[in-house]
């Protein structure tokens, strides 16, 4: 079956650095465009890294342009988020997501989810 597990979730102090992983099994990785996304109480949420199936592209928000990159590692099965130069703000629960299309917003496959705290 389809699984994503994502790791690297803790506390970090504010300009502090956190690397998340995501390691995917169960479909054709290297067809699939994958995301990073994240969820704040009380908002919806939002996607914060996209990388493209064989690589070659990435999208980030204003956000995070500059603080965070994304990456991935197609023999691997592994996707990952390093975020550096971190804000309060960016506390939220991560989720990893896996879809065909590099263009789709909506869909695809969902991790549980790993939480990140900003905090002095």
């Known amino acids: 079956q389809v699984q994503l597990v994502e790791s690297g979730g803790g506390l970090v102090q504010p300009g502090g650095s956190l690397r998340l992983s995501c390691a995917a099994s169960?479909?054709?990785?290297?067809?699939?465009?994958m995301s990073w996304y994240r969820q704040a109480p009380g908002k919806e949420r939002e996607s914060v890294a996209r990388?493209?199936?064989?690589?070659?592209?990435?999208m980030y928000p204003s956000s995070v342009k500059g603080r965070f990159t994304i990456s991935r590692d197609n023999d691997k099965n592994m996707v990952y988020l390093q975020m550096n130069s971190l804000k309060p703000e960016d506390t939220a629960v991560y989720y990893c997501?896996?879809?065909?299309?590099?263009?789709?917003?909506?869909?695809?496959?969902w991790g549980q989810g790993t939480q990140v705290t900003v905090s002095s």
């Open positions: 997501n896996a879809r065909p299309g590099y263009f789709s917003e909506s869909g695809g496959y």
């Open positions: 169960g479909f054709a990785f290297g067809s699939y465009a």
């Open positions: 990388v493209r199936s064989d690589g070659g592209s990435t």
